[in-house]
């Protein structure tokens, strides 16, 4: 399986950093994995409508240049579906078994995605109605693709 994340930003942390390089250590026994990072466009704070919109069109263009046709496409948006732990990784397993190896997860922004990129989406997910900082989004989305296959695999993972 191939898993690659698509995200908005730069990772500033270090402790996020170091977070993410834990991760996709432990996540090399399982898939290929590839991180790919998009710049983030500034917007004033005070930014109009048009503004926004704008941003987030520079930035849904520099995701689309990354995506594939062959791939199964999942976005994080926070009205998408909601998934307990295993039926997240049975969602991954069943995409396996359906013969689709590269799943790609796109993390967008602090002002979202364009609908050029959520109407490509096979997969809506959302981890919560709360928000949470894009950075900490990250290590959270690599620690329940992680877990998904320990789960996949029957293997233990502490909880």
Known sequence: MNIRIIAVGKIKEKFLTLAILEYAKRLNGYCRLEIIEVKDEKIPENASEAQRRKAVEIESSRILSYLKDEEILATLEIQADQLDSLSFAK???NFGIQGKSQITFVIGGSIGLSPAITNRSQWKCSFSKMTFPHQLFRVMLLEQIY?????????????
Do not use: L, N, P, V
């Open 91 to 93: 969602k991954i397993e």
């Open 147 to 159: 877990r998904s296959f320990k789960i996949i695999r029957g293997e233990t993972y502490h909880k």
